[in-house]
């Protein structure tokens, strides 16, 4: 059964910096596109970034620059470095394989930015 776990979240201040992790477990982590989604209350989950098995990345452009996706296969984890935070990038953030795969869904870890 595979399952996700996320963490890293928190209250951060603009300009601010995060790191969240996502480690899988129960799978080969090695197989699966893997990527970073969003959410605010009210509105449809949101893609962030992806990284693919080669390591080849993309972003959301409301993102590119300021996040970066990667991970490490030794340790089934996913990264999210998100840096220069903004007020609109608070959210709950989840990690999932791309496209996603609905019982793959985690509780996600929560992002506040705000001063």
């Known amino acids: 059964q595979v399952q ?3 963490s890293g979240g928190g209250l951060v201040q ?3 910096s ?11 982590f090695t197989i699966f596109t893997m ?4 959410q605010t209350p009210g509105k449809q989950r949101e893609w962030v970034a992806t990284i693919a098995r080669d390591n080849s990345t993309n972003y959301v452009d409301s993102v590119k620059g300021r996040f970066t996706i990667s991970r490490d296969n030794a340790k089934n984890t996913v990264y999210l470095q998100m840096n220069s935070l903004k007020p609109e990038d608070t959210a709950v953030y989840y990690c ?18 705000s001063s």
Do not use: I
């Open 4 to 6: 996700l776990v996320e």
């Open 96 to 113: 999932n394989s791309r496209p996603p795969v609905e019982k793959f869904w985690g509780q996600g870890t929560q992002v506040t930015v």
């Open 35 to 38: 990527a970073w989604y969003r």
């Open 18 to 28: 995060l790191r969240l992790s996502c480690v899988v477990s129960g799978s080969r």
């Open 14 to 16: 603009p300009g601010g």
